[in-house]
T-cell receptor, first 114, second 110 residues
Framework: DGGITQSPKYLFRKEGQNVTLSCEQN?????MYWYRQDPGQGLRLIYY???????QKGDIAEGYSVSREKKESFPLTVTSAQKNPTAFYLC?????????????FGDGTRLSIL | KQEVTQIPAALSVPEGENLVLNCSFT??????LQWFRQDPGKGLTSLLL?????REQTSGRLNASLDKSSGRSTLYIAASQPGDSATYLC?????????FGTGTRLQVFP
């Protein structure tokens, strides 16, 4: 089945550590997105990529980094510079240039501090 | 800057009721508006997408309307069921990204 796979489902980070969240899609979508969700809040955009080897900062990019070396993959690294990383992270994808197509979401990764 | 607001923040209704969830946005220059459902600890499931040129979309017991000029959308759920219990999020699309509201947490009790 086509979809978006995020791993791991749960992740724990130690002080000063970088951690990487995986996002893979087999929908042949050009655009991919990373969101952060805090309790009782909507989703906030961290980074997005509309094409391979290109990405743009979203509203809360500080303390995060991404890469887009393959169309199918858009990993997110939470660096030690992100002082409040505990949140639910969601990856999404959509057809680029097709505003009549919805965004599809993975099942998320919950990141906590040890 | 686009802001999206959802009212109410939480809603609890008995099974069988028809209900309306509200979404408002400050900038009418949108490409589309999307309604999502989120179950606890899960990702988002797309329910309905309304293009900026459309007035409404329907899927089963769900009907979403869009009034772009007034910056409002409603999600109507007919004959609610306990399985409809979830958080409902609306999001508007600008040129290349979605801007989300904070959601309405719905509980339908038997």
């Amino acid at each position: 089945d086509g979809g978006i796979t995020q791993s791991p489902k749960y992740l724990f980070r130690k002080e000063g550590q970088n951690v990487t969240l995986s996002c893979e899609q087999n929908l042949n979508h050009d655009a991919m997105y990373w969101y952060r969700q805090d309790p009782g809040q909507g989703l906030r955009l961290i980074y997005y990529s509309q094409i391979v080897n290109d990405f743009q900062k979203g509203d809360i990019a500080e303390g995060y980094s991404v890469s887009r070396e393959k169309k199918e993959s858009f990993p997110l690294t939470v660096t030690s510079a992100q002082k409040n990383p505990t949140a639910f992270y969601l990856c999404a994808s959509s057809m680029q240039g097709h505003t009549n197509q919805p965004q599809h979401f993975g099942d998320g990764t919950r990141l906590s501090i040890l | 800057k686009q802001e999206v607001t959802q009212i109410p923040a939480a809603l609890s209704v008995p099974e069988g009721e028809n209900l309306v969830l509200n979404c408002s946005f400050t900038d009418s220059a949108i490409y589309n508006l999307q309604w999502f459902r989120q179950d606890p600890g899960k990702g988002l499931t797309s329910l309905l997408l309304i293009q900026s040129s459309q007035r409404e979309q329907t899927s089963g017991r769900l009907n979403a309307s869009l009034d772009k000029s007034s910056g409002r959308s409603t999600l109507y759920i007919a004959a609610s069921q306990p399985g409809d219990s979830a958080t409902y999020l609306c999001a508007v699309r600008d040129a290349d990204k979605l801007i989300f509201g904070t959601g309405t947490r719905l509980q339908v009790f038997p």
